[in-house]
C-alpha cells in the first residue's frame, strides 16, 4: 500500500478492505441494522478477496491447540489467519505481507535485557526463559483497536514471575518493553515518520496481573516471525498495540513511559487502550468488532477479562483511555 500516508494508516485499516466478508456467519444478538452498516463501510474497499489464507505456510503444519473454544465458548481463530493477517509495521503497513517480508528475521540467537529500577537485572536468552518458566497454553481474545479481532492459543508464561525473580525497587512504578532496532532487517524502521523503536508499556499492577503474559509460541510451535518471534507480550483486556513484538530490553522505571501509538497520535490512542466499547475512537465506534471466521460481534468491556476491573478503581475510563 505505497499510498497510504502514515498519519492516515488506521483510518485505511479500519476498513480492512480484505477481509473475507463472504465467510462471515451473523453472531445471533448482533443488531441488524447496526452489523449491516459496519459491514457496508467494510465492503467499500473490499477488492474481491475472499480470504486471507490464500498463502498457507508451513507453520501450521501440525499445528494444535488443546481446545476449540475459549471459556466464553469463541472459536479459536484458524492458525493460517492467525499467521497470514499481521499488524507489523516494522515489516509492513499491509497486514497480508508481512508474513512473507519478516520470513528471514533472524530470531536466534536472542537475549531479553531486564533492568532499570531493580535489585537484580539480568539479560536472559529465549531457551533460559523459557526452561525457567516452562510456557503454558493461553487461549486469550485479541481485539486490535481497527475493530478486527481474533482467538489465539499463546505459548507463554506470566509476566510477572520474570518480574518478580528481578525485584523491582519500591520506585518502580511502570514497566516499559522495547522492540528490536534493526533497520536492515526491519525495514520499516527506515520510515522518519514513526517514533522508532516501537516502545509499549504498562503500569506495574497491569504488568504483575497473572493475565498478562510473554509469549513465546502459538498453535503450540515456537512464535513465528510476523506474530513476534522470539518473544513478545501478550495483555488480552487492551487492544492488540499493547503486544509489542520482539521485545530486547524490559525496564522498570518511574514515569510513564512515551509509547508508540499516544507518541504518533495522543488524542486518538491513550497509554492504557484497555477494551471498552462505550469509548469511540475519534474516527470509528468501538462497540462491534469483526470476529475472523464468526462474523460481526459486539466488543466485551476489557475484552471479557471483567477481573481486570478493579485495577482501574476510581478512574474515569473515558478520560484514561
Ligand atoms: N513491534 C511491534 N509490535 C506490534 C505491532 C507493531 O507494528 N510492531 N503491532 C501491534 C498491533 S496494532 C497488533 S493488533 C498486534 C497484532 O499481533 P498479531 O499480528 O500477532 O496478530 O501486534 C502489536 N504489536
Ligand atoms: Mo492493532
Redesign the pocket.
Known sequence: MSHLKPNSHLKDEVTPEKLYISRRKFIAGVSAVAAASFLTACARQNKGQTSTTSNPTAFCDGATASVATDELGNNLTSCND??N???????SFN?ED?ASLASNFKTSPWMVMVGGLVNKPGTFSIDQLIKKYKPEEHIYR?R???T?S?V?PWSGFALARLLNDVQPKPEAKYVKFQ??LNTSQMP?ETNSSFPW??V?GLRLDEAMNNLTILATG?YGKPLPP???API??VVPWK?????????ITIDLVADMPST??PAISSSEYGFYANVNPNVPHPRWSQAYEQRFGDGVIPTLMFNGYDKVASLYDGMDLTKYY
Open positions: 492467525v499467521t493477517y499481521n499488524n507489523y509495521y516494522e515489516f497486514k508481512v485479541m486490535c483497536v481497527e478486527w481474533m489465539i522492540t528490536l520499516g523503536p516501537y509499549e502459538l510476523q506474530d513476534g513478545r507480550l487492544y492488540g498495540f499493547k503486544g509489542i513484538k520482539a521485545i508508540f501509538w
